[in-house]
């Protein structure tokens, strides 16, 4: 239902600017940096799997002034739809929050190639955000997972002298620039997050627009993990916006097939992720990691140093 004196509209492209003011100020309550950039939203807007006037809606108040939205994102096998909603702090942030979950349900149910058995996952919640546990708790919501932010001083890295070396047989390139290299390397990226509990994995044409038009992805420190001609594991690396003197390196993905591991690789990918950090002059790095991880990914991030920090949970419920 909406709130008492207030309007509702589909997203569009010329919102982006002041959505992303809202969706950071909505980090800033609960500690967190800036999630995006005018350009990044944009970047988002214009992924393959997103419609923008579809997927989102947003909700002003009588002087039209923006309180928050919701979008949902829903890609194949069709079988979750991801539920991302905010809305800064407001005397009236419950009512608003209300309207989000219902209207991020609605349009979950109105995706017709979502399977019956589909869940919805309201992903990116703050742990410290108690209200929103209270309102997806009365809407059939259970916390399933906890994402932590893991941090370290590049100071404190492992040195480039004693940084572990490739396991036999595996370089180091770049990411491809053609399009069928890319579909290649989505390919290793979609199988690798396929063993993780509830990733948000990219189809193949999310993957290639998320290389060529997200701008703060650094091809040029990006690199991926190849053996017998083959991709078998990489790791995309970024400035990171959460960082206002951008003087951070941010992990975005490190991945390697199930096949290639318990070999060293991710851990060679992840130290020298830090190392090209380094040359940027940067001081620190950060990433975001699934507490629990099936691939033991969290420990592998403590064991080079890496230390804890903000943690975000997921919550979800049966679509139907």
Known sequence: MMPPGWTAAPVSRADAAVVAQVINAAQHQWGRGDQFSEEEFVSLL?????????????????????????????????TTAHLHASMPDHPRRREGLQWCVETGLSLAAARDELELAAVVDADGVAEEDSLMAEVL???????????CEMTINLADAPAEESAPPLPDGVLLGALPADDAGLAQVAEVNGQAFADHDGDFGMTTEDFVHFVRHTPSLRTD????????????????????????ERRTGYV?????????????????LLTESFRRFRAEGWDRARL?????????????????????????????????
């Not at 419609?51 to 829903?74: F, K, N, P, S, W």
């Not at 009365?138 to 906890?146: D, I, L, N, T």
């Not at 629990?292 to 919550?315: E, I």
Request: net charge positive; charged share 25%.
């Open 46 to 78: 214009d992924s393959p799997s997103v419609t923008a006037e579809r997927d989102g809606r947003l909700l002003r108040d009588a002087d039209g002034h923006l309180l928050g939205g919701v979008m949902v994102v829903a890609t194949e096998p069709w």
């Open 137 to 147: 708790g009365e809407r059939g919501f259970a916390a399933v997972r906890r994402i």
């Open 288 to 320: 975001h990691v699934q507490v629990g991880n099936r691939t033991g990914a969290d420990r592998l991030y403590r064991s080079v140093g890496m230390r804890p920090g903000k943690v975000d949970v997921s919550w979800s419920r049966p679509l139907a």
């Open 221 to 244: 420190l990006s690199m991926v993990a190849v053996q017998d001609d083959r991709p078998v594991g990489l790791a995309v690396c970024m400035a990171d916006l959460a960082d206002p």
């Open 252 to 268: 975005g993905i490190v991945a390697v097939v199930r096949e290639a591991r318990s070999r060293g690789l991710a851990r060679a």
